[in-house]
């Protein structure tokens, strides 16, 4: 096993914050999972732009998941009505996929959205990320064909929503 891998998963336990967008640690969450996407779909793939006020309470919060070695995922949720928040950025370390990291910060944003005063979560994911359809299939998210509010017009995208409470 190559030693950034064993030392991830010998790492402390995770620990998840809820940090500012504009923080450091946000930035690096942020960063990685904007490089990844244009990794993925091309140096010139759209990236919606992201307002960090729509990151911080009351109307969204941004959550980082470190261990030991620094930041190894994160996650926001933005207010899209007052009842619907909307996942965006989620993001896991290379060598820290598989090991519950993903999960671990889906569950931290349900219990903030619900915090929030959120019902509904919604979230887009592309064609070229079959990882994160499957995770949030088995994370109880349903897939739909069109949001019930409108975030983006991607006509590749993947869209799911799920309901957080009564």
Request: charge should be negative; glycine fraction near 8%.
């Amino acid at each position: 096993m190559e030693p950034l891998r064993w030392a991830l998963m010998e790492a402390s336990s995770l620990n998840i914050h809820q940090v500012s967008f504009t923080s450091s640690l946000a930035n690096t969450a942020i960063d990685a999972a904007e490089r990844e996407l244009h990794v993925r779909y091309g140096p010139f793939a759209e990236l919606p732009g992201l307002e960090a006020s729509t990151f911080e309470p009351p109307t969204g919060v941004f959550l980082v998941a470190t261990n030991s070695l620094g930041v190894v995922g994160g996650v926001g949720v933005r207010g899209i009505t007052p009842h619907i928040g909307e996942v965006k950025r989620l993001w896991v370390h290379d060598e820290a996929r598989r090991q519950g990291v993903a999960s671990s910060l889906m569950s931290a944003v349900e219990e903030a959205s619900c915090d929030l005063g959120f019902s509904m979560l919604v979230l887009e994911t592309g064609p070229l990320q079959p990882e994160a359809v499957s995770l949030y299939h088995s994370l109880g998210f349903d897939q739909v064909d069109e949001l019930p509010v409108s975030v983006s017009t991607h006509h590749e995208a993947i869209r799911f929503t799920k309901q957080i409470r009564a």
